[in-house]
């Protein structure tokens, strides 16, 4: 689960970084859905290997987190051309 997580964490970064880089250079919203989606799948990593190690309180920390990846996963889809 460890190297899932570096991967998922590491990829969600770039995209990030890209993500930038397609708003300032082509103006579309394509990478920052997807990175906000590969946050919300490491979030979702964490949560479940936060639970299956019963911290309860690790896990109820990264509610926050995941909201506000939420949200941000809300407006970019909106913001996606294609949908």
Not at 50 to 67: D, F, I, N, T, V
């Amino acid at each position: 689960m460890l190297i899932t997580l570096t991967i998922l964490e590491i990829s969600a970064g770039f995209a990030g970084l890209g993500a930038i880089a397609e708003i300032w250079i082509f103006n579309t919203f394509y990478m920052p859905y997807m990175a906000c989606f590969l946050s919300m799948l490491s979030m979702a990593a964490l949560f479940f290997g936060q639970r299956m190690a019963k911290e309860y309180g690790g896990a109820a920390s990264l509610m926050g987190y995941m909201a506000y990846i939420m949200l941000v996963l809300f407006f970019t889809f909106k913001l996606h051309p294609i949908f």
